[in-house]
C-alpha cells in the first residue's frame, strides 16, 4: 500500500466510522508495507481501521476520530512517536487512549522511554499481527471499563446539578495536592459568586476544612458540614467520599487520594416564599414565621424586620390561626417539617 493508497483509504473511512460495531484502531507508521499489514489483519478481524505515516498526520486523525486505541511507531522522520505521544497525552480529549508502541528498538532505555511518554505496551518489529491483536484486547477491555465508569460518574454528577446540587473533587496528596481536578458548572458558578476563586484553586476555608476532616471520614458518619453565607444565601459544603481517583506509586502505594464534595445553597427568600405558599400566609408572616424557626425572639425578629414587637406579636397571632397551633414551639416545629420536606439540606 503505497502512501497515495493510505491516504484514500482514510477518507474512505472515516466516512463509516461506526463505533457501534467495532472499535476503531489509528495505525501511525511512516513504511506503507507495515501500515498494509496491519491493516489488511485488523481489518479481518472485524476492527475500523484508520491510518497516519507521519506524527503531525496522527495527532491531527486522533483529534478527529478519538480511536479506541493507537498503534504507533516509535521511529519516524520528523516528529517520532514519543513525541507524539506526549502530545496525546497532554491533550484532553486525547489523553485517555491507550497507546502500545511499535518499535524495532529492543535496548531498555528505549522500551523505558516509550512507557515513560505515555504508552501502555509495546511490541517488537518485525510485527506479528496476532501478538499485536492479543496485545490490544486486554487495553481495550481496560480502556471501556474505565470510559464506562467515567460515563457513570459523570451522569450521576450532572444529576446532581439537575436538582440544584453541585459538587467538586479536591486532591489531596501528591503533585496535584489541593487542587480542585473537577466541578459542575453549577459548582464553577458557585465558588466563583462566594469566594471569586476558580478551578484548579481550591478556596482557601474549603481545602483547610477537606484537611481537617478527610481523615477522619468512617463509615454511616459524615463530618461537620461547612458553611459560607453571601447575604441571605447560604452554601453548604458536605463532605461526601473518597473517590477511588488518585495517584499510585510504583509499589501500589496512594500518593494522593481525591475527594467528592457536595454544596447545595439556601436562599432564606426560597424558604419564606415555600412557606407562604404551603400555610397561605402572607409575606411578611412567612417572615416572622422563618425567623421563629430560626430561635429568634420577637424582639430580634422585630429588629431584622424593622418593625415593632407589637407587630412581630400580631402578625406571629395570625400565624397561629393559619397553622392551627397555640404555641410558638408547635408553629415553629409544623413549619421545620414543611421545610426539611421541600428543602432537605435545611439546618435551622
Do not use: C
Not at 493510505?6 to 457501534?20: S, Y
Amino acid at each position: 500500500m503505497n502512501a497515495a493508497a493510505a491516504q484514500g483509504l482514510e477518507r474512505t473511512l472515516d466516512r463509516t466510522l461506526d463505533r457501534a460495531n467495532s472499535d476503531v484502531v489509528l495505525v501511525v507508521d511512516d513504511v506503507p508495507d507495515n501500515l498494509s499489514v496491519l491493516h489488511d489483519a485488523l481489518d479481518e478481524s472485524g476492527y475500523t481501521v484508520l491510518v497516519a505515516t507521519s506524527g503531525e498526520a496522527a495527532l491531527q486523525r486522533a483529534k478527529q476520530a478519538l480511536p479506541d486505541i493507537i498503534l504507533l511507531d516509535a521511529m519516524m522522520p520528523g516528529m517520532d512517536g514519543f513525541e507524539v505521544a506526549k502530545r496525546l497525552k497532554a491533550m484532553p480529549e486525547t489523553a485517555h487512549i491507550p497507546i502500545i508502541f511499535m518499535t524495532g528498538l529492543t535496548e531498555t532505555e528505549y522500551l523505558v522511554a516509550a512507557l515513560e511518554a505515555g504508552g501502555v505496551d509495546y511490541v517488537t518489529k518485525p510485527i506479528k499481527p496476532k501478538e499485536v491483536m492479543a496485545r490490544m484486547g486486554v487495553h481495550l477491555q481496560g480502556a471501556r471499563r474505565a470510559r464506562q465508569e467515567a460515563r457513570q460518574a459523570g451522569q450521576a454528577r450532572n444529576a446532581l446539578d439537575a436538582f440544584g446540587y453541585a459538587s467538586i473533587t479536591v486532591r489531596l496528596g501528591g503533585e496535584g495536592e489541593g487542587k480542585l481536578i473537577w466541578q459542575t458548572p453549577l459548582a464553577r458558578d458557585l465558588l466563583l459568586r462566594y469566594y471569586g476563586t476558580s478551578a484548579p484553586q481550591t478556596p482557601e476555608p474549603v481545602l483547610n476544612w477537606l484537611r481537617r476532616h478527610a481523615l477522619d471520614v468512617t463509615p454511616h458518619t459524615e463530618p461537620p458540614r461547612l458553611t459560607a453565607e453571601l447575604g441571605q444565601r447560604r452554601l453548604t459544603f458536605r463532605l461526601h467520599q473518597q473517590t477511588g481517583d488518585g495517584e499510585i506509586g510504583n509499589a501500589g502505594e496512594a500518593l494522593s487520594s481525591d475527594w467528592l464534595i457536595v454544596m447545595r445553597e439556601i436562599s432564606e427568600d426560597a424558604i419564606v416564599e415555600a412557606m407562604s405558599l404551603s400555610f397561605k400566609l402572607t409575606a411578611r408572616e412567612a417572615e416572622v414565621l422563618y425567623w421563629v424557626v430560626k430561635g429568634k425572639t420577637n424582639r430580634d425578629i422585630a429588629e431584622i424586620l424593622g418593625a415593632s414587637p407589637a407587630t412581630v406579636k400580631k402578625h406571629l397571632e395570625r400565624v397561629y390561626v393559619k397553622l392551627g397551633v397555640e404555641t410558638r414551639t408547635a408553629a415553629a416545629g409544623m413549619a421545620m417539617n414543611r421545610i426539611r420536606q421541600l428543602h432537605p439540606q435545611f439546618e435551622g
